[in-house]
């Protein structure tokens, strides 16, 4: 496990502090480790790259994925 130490907005800080203090989590480390679980299992690699791709895909044929062949 390696540790990292970060820096973000007041209004984040405060708002993590208000779910601790709610019971949503135990520690503000838990609320971020939360947060950058939920991030980055929908935002691999290869999630984006195929999201680009389709996009450039869709900009190419004007919305159409299929064009004609």
């Known amino acids: 496990m390696k540790t990292m130490t970060i820096q973000c907005a007041d209004q984040w800080e405060e708002q993590l502090r208000k779910l601790v203090e709610a019971g949503w989590f135990t520690t503000p480390e838990e609320g971020v480790l939360e947060a ?34």
Do not use: F, M, T
């Open 36 to 69: 950058l679980r939920r991030y980055l299992s929908g935002h691999s690699v290869e999630r984006q790259e195929k999201q680009i791709l389709a996009d450039v895909e869709w900009a190419l044929h004007g919305g159409d994925c299929n064009p004609p062949a």
